[in-house]
């Protein structure tokens, strides 16, 4: 029989919320002056809100042990 699996505490790791992210005009062709200014917003929003998740898995990630052979 296998042993027992052990569990290690886990801290949780703070998420970013998700952005909100300005509309479009649908009115106004896509690549209008206010279009295009939303569509920067945008980017720059998301870009912010990966790198966060991305520091919350780095979080997560650090409080596994590694197996030796079994790289995550």
């Known amino acids: 029989m296998p042993p027992a ?3 290690a505490p886990v801290v949780v790791c703070p998420a970013p919320s998700r952005p909100g992210l300005p509309a479009l005009d ?8 206010a279009n295009v200014g939303a569509l920067l917003e945008r980017d720059d929003a998301l870009r912010g809100y990966a790198k966060g998740l ?11 042990v590694s197996t030796p052979g079994k790289e995550r």
């Open 26 to 33: 649908g009115t106004l062709p896509f690549d209008s002056p």
């Open 54 to 64: 991305e520091a919350t898995v780095d979080c997560y990630r650090a409080q596994t």
């Open 5 to 7: 699996p052990v569990l």
